[in-house]
């Protein structure tokens, strides 16, 4: 399995699309073998989700996403969890403990990618 999770830095990005990369953690049994880094070709409306379904991904872990993303993701049988916030290999190891839930936070307003409902 590989769980996905949107960063500025190593820290979970406030912002699907505006992330600086993706690190990218490889699961087995329960438990993160790799970590990698994949820096985020540019926010185009539809593309990074599929980018990211296409590379393998099978979670992915954000602060907020707008919501055609998430319909993409939902219908590439990729798992969306947002309103995370903090480290992302801490954010990644709570959702393997079964501890971090989705927010339902979507983002509605593009041109400022700074308003998500919470």
């Known amino acids: 399995m590989k769980v996905a999770v949107a960063s500025n830095g190593k820290n979970v990005t406030e912002h699907f699309g505006y992330s600086e990369c993706f690190l990218i953690f490889s699961i087995q049994s329960e438990k993160?073998?790799?970590?990698?880094?994949?820096p985020?070709?540019?926010?185009?409306?539809?593309?990074?989700?599929?980018?990211?379904a296409d590379?393998?991904?099978?979670?992915?872990?954000?602060g907020g996403m707008g919501g055609g993303a998430v319909e993409i993701f939902n219908n590439r049988n990729v798992e969306v969890i947002v309103g995370a916030i903090g480290n992302a290999r801490e954010n990644v190891e709570k959702y393997l403990k079964g501890e971090l839930k989705t927010t339902g936070?979507?983002?509605?307003?593009?041109?400022r990618h700074n308003e998500c409902e919470k």
């Open 32 to 38: 993160i073998v790799e970590e990698s880094s994949l």
């Open 40 to 52: 985020n070709p540019g926010h185009k409306p539809g593309f990074l989700p599929n980018f990211l």
């Open 55 to 62: 590379n393998g991904v099978n979670v992915i872990i954000s």
């Open 105 to 111: 936070s979507v983002c509605h307003e593009h041109a």
